[in-house]
């Protein structure tokens, strides 16, 4: 009866596991959701291998050398004609210009000092004629 017994019990697990399971099943349906789409435009991308050059090829350079102190462009960029591309130090510069206007005041001095001989010496020229 042992035997019989267990073949019972196990029979009667099995429908009521079984039972559960379609139950469960039945129950748990997905909730159905109302979706609404937005639109929006997508960029296209186009993805490749090759060679990019330039259309316009420019030496560009200063006429005097001294250290960067501010870039305001860099290789690639897209910039529009007369835009500041770089400052150099000045330093260097505004000594020599400084040196310069000192050579001209002293270059000025020196001619009206000889302006102002130029009479003086006329008339010893005069005086020592033969």
Known sequence: MN??????ALLFATVVVSIVLVVAFVRNKPVAVNVTTAEQ???VE????????AKILSRI????G???????????DKVKKGAVLARLHSAEQEAKTALAAAAVKSAESRLKKAQAAIPKL???LEFHKI
């Open 3 to 8: 035997k019989r017994y267990m073949k019972s």
């Open 41 to 43: 435009n997508v960029e």
């Open 46 to 53: 186009v993805y490749g291998l090759g060679t990019v050059e």
């Open 61 to 64: 350079g200063f006429e005097v």
């Open 66 to 76: 001294a250290a960067i102190t501010e870039l305001n462009a860099d290789q690639g």
């Open 122 to 124: 006329q008339s010893t």
